[in-house]
C-alpha cells in the first residue's frame, strides 16, 4: 500500500483539490503583477507588497497570494521599504 495513502486516505482528493486551487490563485496573481499595471482595487495590496520582493529587496515579501505567509516566516517587509516603494 502507498505510503502516502496511508496518511491521507480517502481524504487524498480533497488535499489534492484544494493544492490545485491554491496553486492557480498563486499563479493568476503572480502572472498579473508582473504583466499588468496596479489596479485600482483591493488587488492593490498584493501588487505592492509582492512589488517589493523584485524592485526593493529580494530577501523580503515572497508571497504572492497571502501575505500573512510573510509575517509567520519573518520575511515581512519594514515600514522603510514600503514607504520608498510607494516613492
Same mark, same amino acid.
Not at 514600503?82 to 516613492?87: C, F, I, M, R, T
Given at each position: 500500500m502507498d505510503t502516502? &495513502?496511508?496518511f491521507t486516505g480517502d481524504y487524498v482528493w480533497y488535499l489534492f483539490s484544494g493544492f490545485l486551487a491554491g &496553486?492557480?490563485?498563486y499563479l493568476i496573481i503572480h502572472y498579473s503583477v508582473h504583466r499588468y499595471?496596479?489596479?485600482r482595487n483591493f488587488l492593490k495590496i498584493l501588487w505592492r507588497h509582492h512589488s517589493l520582493h523584485h524592485y526593493y529587496s529580494d530577501e523580503v515579501a515572497f508571497s504572492v497570494s497571502f501575505p500573512v505567509w510573510d509575517w509567520i516566516f519573518g520575511t515581512l517587509p519594514t515600514r522603510k521599504s514600503?514607504?520608498?516603494?510607494?516613492?
Open positions: 502516502f &495513502y496511508l &496553486y492557480s490563485t499595471r496596479s489596479p514600503k514607504e520608498l516603494l510607494k516613492e
